[in-house]
């Protein structure tokens, strides 16, 4: 499994946290290297060290706010089996995201905010851990068979309720609990099988899933460190 040397890993999450500072407060175009190595108190050249691009740091910063998000999926599901039913899995993972400037900007592809890290953002590993979820919730009965297109309209689904915001600005008087709640009840109503799933479905579904997230969390940590000084 990929170690990162302790100091120099210290040393890239302190340059990660002033990127997304400076992200957050102007914007990929305007970021530049230079500005990144003044907030994290370094040199220019020391960044370079663990990221040839600024385009690739800030991938990497991307892929550490992703850890954290699926970190908290796995360990929700680990604590509540429950939480692997689809609609109290999106659920949470819609108030997760709302908690992440960073993650929810993605999640709209927010323009302004990063620029063309919008393009690419998305890889093989991704795109394969998304299959991967709905084919283990069909599998086991979680999600009803009988839906044409289910992925796409159960994706879709759950988009809009992301988006809505970016072309309705009324519907942002709505409180985040609030829509959670109601893609919560779509979800539970529309995509679900009525009967309650026995528990040893959630812990076999939920066990394979967390290894999947397992499988991800390395595979972003070691693309995000692979370029650490030793």
Known sequence: MFQRPPQASSRADRILDAAAMLLL????????????????????????????????????????ESIVLVEGMRDRLRSDLAEIKPHRFLRSSFLAVHQRPLTMALVVGNAELLGKLREGTVGSQEVLTTDRFFEILTRH???????????????????????LGTVDPMSVGVDVEARANALAHVVRHAFEPADEPRKEVMAAAAAELCAIFDELITCYRTWIYAAEPG
């Not at 305007?30 to 060290?49: N, R, S």
């Not at 009965?141 to 988006?163: E, Q």
């Open 25 to 64: 407060r102007m914007g990929y175009r305007k970021v530049t290297i230079e500005d990144i190595a003044k907030q994290a108190d370094i040199g220019k050249g020391t960044v370079y060290l663990h990221w040839r691009s600024k385009e690739q740091l800030f991938q990497a910063l991307l892929r550490r």
């Open 141 to 163: 009965g979680l999600l009803r068979a009988d839906i044409p297109n289910l992925v796409y309209a159960l994706r879709a689904t759950s988009a809009g309720f992301y988006l």
